[in-house]
């Protein structure tokens, strides 16, 4: 059963009452009286329409855009299209594609259908009717799962105001940064905000994404007509930032498998179709003939700026999300790219439905073009949202015209922009706010009273988190997480394991440093003898050995870890993971090559040096500095996620070595130190591998004095006992088998730490109206 395309046209314009019902598909609706016995009310409290007892057996298949409205006595009409007729054919399987071939049908529920059911049933059978293709995975009814459930999604925002508190003390004052302004982004449409700088274009796409870290945002935001939910708004929409973050030793296809293999569900989806949705994402997006270059950077080389925004576009693609929003797609692009980025815009927003908001800098005219709808704002205000070609002529009409050869969007934002020193800029500015008022409603229309006060019941409802709450999500049966945490876990082990040795000149520029260190070190303390001169050069070398193992480890970690940091960021604002995942995907991706490095150090060291001649102590020296490499690995995690960007890490990171060294029990003697400080030789990872190499070394071993014995000779005091001098130091305790437990302990805390920063630093804190 199809609609065919003349009947969809027939009402391709808005409905003169759609205010009710901000819907999908409101364009292709028939707008019928409500007091329409079809209509009837849910036990929920929403209107829809009531079963009509044709087709095959009970069912009968009805479109109405598929949403239940809210169920109100003032109501006049509803936005629905009744089809009395058979059921709709099976949809044609072709591959791993549904062509469509029947049109936007739901399933009318029966007496016995409990309001889930519904909504599954409705969520499952729409299709597009106009031959467009949808993206489904054989096997799977409900297409991808993702937003609105069928990938489409109405978004409806009224008199959306946002503030934040600036100054302290007595200058505190809150600012008000959007001033209520109101607009709807339809499926199959590209929205596009501009403005001047601090117009508050990226504010308004944020609080539409749901992504203000502060502040207070208050108004009403719609999504199919309903209110959103915190927990799972962000996996029902895409959200493509202006810097595209990625890792640079990653394949294009990889990147997206990444994405899919952690995004997508694997209730719905297996392994296989997972890799099938990278392949369709990668040929929309016209990436195929990449798909195996790597991403790179600027030094390595590797893909262009706009293949590189599209991966960004293809990672939030993967799942199929109702929304996509952008922060400025064209920005750093020459423009022949930032019109093939459009263009693809363009055609994903047409061919599968997706509602496309994204802010926009200076678009070329052909861009302009491409846009629906143009929401131009200043300070803060709406100053026109609708299609730019109407904003020509409304601005026109108040007297402004664009020069002929002038491109539109240059036109618009001379036109909004406001030097606040010249008072002819602010006076055209007010008439151009005061004539937005007079005609706003002609292309915004306001949200029905009662569906508005309804979303108002339910944020308070969320709030409270009580009463019967109607999300978009309850249509969508999303999961918060896709994948099981092993699953996590081993997908992104596999991509750090692949991102660290892809890393070929941090591989050999590691461990040529400690190859060279191993020579350094071997050959200035060469065959050290048991005199009183090897017993220094005992001391010093291993002292030498903490210093250099922790620096050599710690360093690299804290330098990357604040940049991977911000992809984690990226990916956990999008709900692809949970952090303990990624932060022990990170953790033991870096320990291969590690142990590899302080291997080619340790193993041989010990025999040049001379130390003792024994190899349960040459085994536990190998031991000791595992130990301290992974203690000094952990604590770079903690630094590294802990500051915000890797200037600060570089500050930071000697600085808390240094102060390990101070009290690592060779500078300063641990019982001197005064006892306000002397807490830090308790978790200085030096002090305990000192002590460890220390006891391992000394013990057992005599020396020889100036003229034989211990105690004095010559005047100087003389230790002939290696026990006797690890003592002096202050080392004899705790033993080593304690200093290696503490060692791995404190590892250990470190890693937990670290962990636990890394949920906070890398937490977006979502507020959603
Ligand atoms: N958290 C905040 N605290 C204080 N002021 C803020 C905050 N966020 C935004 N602003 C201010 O609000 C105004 C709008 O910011 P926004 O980033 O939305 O502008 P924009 O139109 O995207 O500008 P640009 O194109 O330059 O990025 C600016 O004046 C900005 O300084």
Redesign the pocket.
């Known amino acids: 059963m199809s609609i065919s395309g003349s009947q969809l046209e027939m009402t391709q314009t808005d409905p003169p009452h759609s205010s009710l019902v901000p819907t999908r598909e409101a364009d292709e609706n028939v707008v019928i009286p409500l007091d329409d016995p079809s209509i009837m009310q849910r036990e929920d409290g929403w209107a829809i329409p009531v079963p009509k007892a044709v087709g095959i057996g009970t069912e009968s298949y009805v479109t109405n855009g598929g949403m239940a409205q809210p169920w109100q006595d003032g109501v006049k009409e509803v936005e629905k299209h009744v089809q009395n007729t058979d059921r709709p054919p099976r949809p044609e399987r072709t591959g791993s594609l549904i062509r469509d071939s029947i049109s936007i049908s739901i399933s009318t529920p029966s007496d016995q259908d409990t309001a889930s059911e519904v909504r599954q049933r409705t969520s499952r059978q729409y299709q597009d009717g106009k031959g467009r293709e949808q993206t489904f995975v054989e096997g799977h009814e409900d297409g991808d799962g993702s937003a609105g459930c069928d990938g489409r999604m109405d978004i409806y925002w009224e008199n959306v105001r946002y503030s934040?508190t600036?100054g302290r003390g007595k200058s505190k004052k809150e600012?008000e940064?959007l001033k209520g302004v109101s607009g709807r982004a339809r499926p199959g449409e590209m929205v596009a905000i501009m403005?001047g700088?601090?117009?508050?274009?990226?504010?308004l796409l944020n609080v539409l994404a749901g992504r203000v870290p502060?502040?207070t945002p208050t108004g009403v935001i719609l999504a199919n007509g309903r209110i959103r939910e915190k927990r799972t708004w962000k996996r029902l929409v895409g959200y493509v930032e202006q810097e595209d973050l990625m890792y640079e030793n990653l394949t294009v296809r990889e990147t997206l498998t990444t994405a899919a293999l952690l995004r997508l569900p694997n209730s719905r989806y297996t392994k296989d179709q997972k890799l099938a949705r990278v392949d369709e994402v990668l040929a929309e997006l016209g990436l195929t003939h990449v798909a195996d270059s790597r991403i790179g950077n600027s030094q390595m080389g590797g893909i262009s700026g706009g293949e590189k925004k599209r991966v960004s576009i293809g990672i939030e693609l993967v799942t199929n999300p109702g929304t996509l929003f952008l922060d400025e797609p064209t920005t750093g692009l020459d423009s022949a790219t930032a019109r093939n980025i459009c263009d693809m815009l363009k055609n994903l927003a047409k061919k599968s439905g997706k509602t496309i908001i994204m802010?926009i800098?200076m678009p070329r005219e052909t861009i302009l073009d491409m846009i629906d709808r143009v929401a131009l704002m200043s300070y803060g205000k709406m100053v026109w949202f609708g299609p730019a070609k109407d904003a020509l002529k409304h601005f026109a009409q108040l007297g402004y015209k664009c020069p002929p050869q002038t491109n539109p969007a240059d036109f618009f934002l001379d036109l909004i922009q406001v030097d606040t020193r010249d008072p002819t800029s602010q006076e055209r500015l007010k008439k151009l706010l005061d004539a937005w008022d007079r005609v706003s409603t002609q292309y915004v229309k306001p949200i029905d009273s009662a569906l508005r006060e309804t979303a108002t019941g339910q944020q308070q409802a969320l709030k409270e988190k009580k009463g019967a709450r109607h999300k978009v999500e309850d249509d969508c049966h999303i999961d918060r997480w896709a994948v099981p945490w092993p699953v996590e876990c081993g997908v992104l082990l596999q991509r750090n394991l692949k991102h660290v040795w892809r890393s070929k000149i941090i591989i050999i520029s590691t461990l040529i440093q400690q190859f060279i260190l191993f020579l350094i070190i071997g050959f200035v303390f060469f065959r050290i003898s048991d005199d009183q001169a090897g017993v220094q050069n005992r001391y010093g070398v291993l002292f030498f050995i903490c210093i250099n193992q922790t620096f050599s480890f710690l360093m690299p970690i804290i330098t990357v870890f604040p940049l991977e940091r911000r992809i984690i960021l990226r990916e956990r604002a999008a709900g692809s993971y949970r952090v303990s995942a990624a932060y022990l995907a990170k953790s033991l991706s870096q320990w291969p090559l590690a142990i590899c490095a302080s291997l080619l150090f340790s193993l041989p060291v010990y025999w040049l040096i001379g130390l003792q001649p024994n190899v349960g102590r040459w085994i536990l020296f190998i031991v000791i500095t595992q130990c301290l490499v992974f203690a000094a690995q952990s604590l770079g995690m903690l630094i590294g996620s802990s500051v915000p960007n890797v200037q600060m890490a570089q500050v930071f990171g000697p600085l808390v070595v240094v102060l390990f060294v101070i009290f690592g029990g060779n500078f300063a003697n641990q019982d001197s130190i005064t006892p306000v400080l002397r807490w830090i030789q308790w978790i200085s990872i030096i002090r305990y591998a000192y002590g460890a190499y220390m006891q391992n070394e000394f013990y057992g071993l005599e020396f020889q004095c100036p003229g034989g014995g211990g105690g004095a000779s010559g005047g100087a005091l003389c230790a002939a006992q290696g026990e006797q001098i690890v003592k002096s130091f202050g080392l004899d305790t705790p033993s080593k088998a304690v200093c290696i437990i503490v060692l791995v302990g404190l590892g250990l805390a470190f890693q937990v730490l670290a962990a636990l920063v890394l949920r906070r630093t890398t937490r977006l804190r979502i507020k959603i109206i």
Request: hydrophobic share 25%; no cysteine; aromatic share 0%.
């Open positions: 934040v600036v600012k940064i403005g700088s601090g117009a508050g274009k990226s504010t502060t502040g802010t800098h």
